[in-house]
């Protein structure tokens, strides 16, 4: 009461938290209220259509839905139903003793009973409900699409955990135990269980000399003492070259040449925003080949990404841990009429290939962000969209063409 006194200048506060009438508030005691005047006529007619109201007393309502419990305001729906010509017409001249079909059924076709009868008329004009067929989850069409570019290319298919020991995601890479990648602000460690199984002592005592200085590659390694019960603690794999790394370890060189590629989600520590994403979708790629080389590794990128519809790539160099030579790919986006970093590439380094296979070979290797090319194949502008499961968005997004 206070608020609104104030508001409409009836009183006023003076020093040491007095409150005094003002002269307007005086002359406010003698003479009615528009609220009072409005809820004195809305007592004796029980209700009022807005439409017929004042303006002053359309101001009293507006005030009084202000003060929740004064009053209720209802919105009554009126509707007003009328003949067509056409409904005229067949009121005045009648049915001719014959039955109207609305609707064609199985029993109906059957025994014939529709001869002779009349059929209820449509118009095919007029607008009808929009109807949402099944079908898959728009994600799930690019997966399996790209599954396909791969097989096609006589790729086969590895797969690994999710959850898996740093040995895999970091150390079998060459990655140093101090990197900054490896800290909680990129990777989730998991609490239960915390630490997981290395394999064989053979091939982590190979990983760790290779970390400490070079193994047999004439590397100097990274210099420092090498811990397992670093690499033993559980994390949400951060990109599938780890599952590369585990079918490496596993290969049998007989079969060389060989080809592989994976693809899934993996999770990094980012916080959300419409460029990026703490779970991502990546597809990645190995081949191992003696005569291998960086031409032979462009080549399998242009083929692929030709398949996903862009004609142009280029590569500069870069920097990974665990490929050198390394570089970022980048396609050309011909909607928006630039480059787009979209991939990262690279020769594995002998500090990888020879603790993994036990010899130097090459390895063309290259790890490719689905969820970035999904912006453009359905026109998305943000990346949270995709895991939203936004009813509406899923009912119109178009199906993905092959």
């Excluded at 009072?36 to 002053?56: G, I, M, T, Y």
């Amino acid at each position: 009461c206070i608020g609104i006194l104030k508001n409409r200048a009836l009183i006023e506060f003076k020093k040491g938290g007095l409150i005094t009438i003002t002269k307007e508030g005086k002359l406010f005691l003698e003479r009615e209220t528009l609220e009072e005047k409005f809820l004195k006529k809305l007592n004796v007619c029980a209700e009022l259509d807005v439409s017929s109201l004042q303006p002053e007393e359309k101001f009293a309502v507006e005030e009084l839905k202000k003060r929740k419990g004064l009053i209720n305001v209802n919105i009554k729906k009126i509707r007003s139903v009328e003949l067509t010509e056409y409904g005229r017409k067949l009121l005045e001249k009648g049915i001719p003793g014959k039955e109207v079909i609305d609707s064609v059924t199985p029993e109906i076709l059957s025994t014939g009973s529709w001869k002779n009868k009349i059929f209820r008329k449509y118009d095919v004009r007029i607008n009808v409900p929009k109807i949402f067929g099944g079908k898959r989850h728009f994600v799930n069409y690019v997966v399996d699409y790209i599954k396909r570019i791969w097989l096609d290319m006589g790729f086969r298919e590895m797969k690994g955990p999710l959850l898996l020991p740093s040995f895999w995601n970091f150390d079998a890479l060459f990655v140093p135990q101090d990197h900054p990648a490896r800290e909680m602000q990129d990777t989730f460690y998991i609490k239960s269980p915390k630490k997981g199984k290395l394999p064989k002592k053979e091939l982590v005592e190979r990983i760790r000399k290779v970390h400490e200085n070079g193994y047999t590659t004439g590397s100097k390694g990274w210099g420092y003492k090498w811990e397992a019960k670093k690499a033993e603690l559980n994390i949400l794999r951060t990109q599938t070259t780890a599952v590369s790394a585990m079918t490496l370890a596993n290969l049998d060189l007989k079969e060389l040449p060989m080809k592989f590629f994976a693809i899934g989600k993996n999770f990094r520590n980012e916080a959300p925003d419409w460029s990026h994403s703490f779970e991502f979708i990546q597809t990645e790629g190995i081949v191992i080949d003696e005569n291998a080389n960086l031409r032979h590794l462009i080549g399998y990128l242009k083929e692929f990404f030709g398949k996903m519809g862009y004609k142009k790539i280029r590569v500069k160099p870069s920097f990974f841990p665990f490929t050198e030579p390394s570089m970022e790919v980048e396609v050309y986006d011909p909607k928006r009429k630039e480059w787009m970093e979209i991939a990262g590439a690279g020769i594995f380094r002998p500090e990888v290939t020879k603790p993994l296979l036990g010899k130097e070979i090459p390895v063309l290797a290259w790890g490719i962000g689905v969820d970035r090319m999904m912006f453009n194949c359905y026109d998305i502008k943000d990346i949270r969209i995709i895991r939203k499961n936004d009813i509406s968005f899923l009912r119109e997004v178009k199906l993905w063409l092959t």
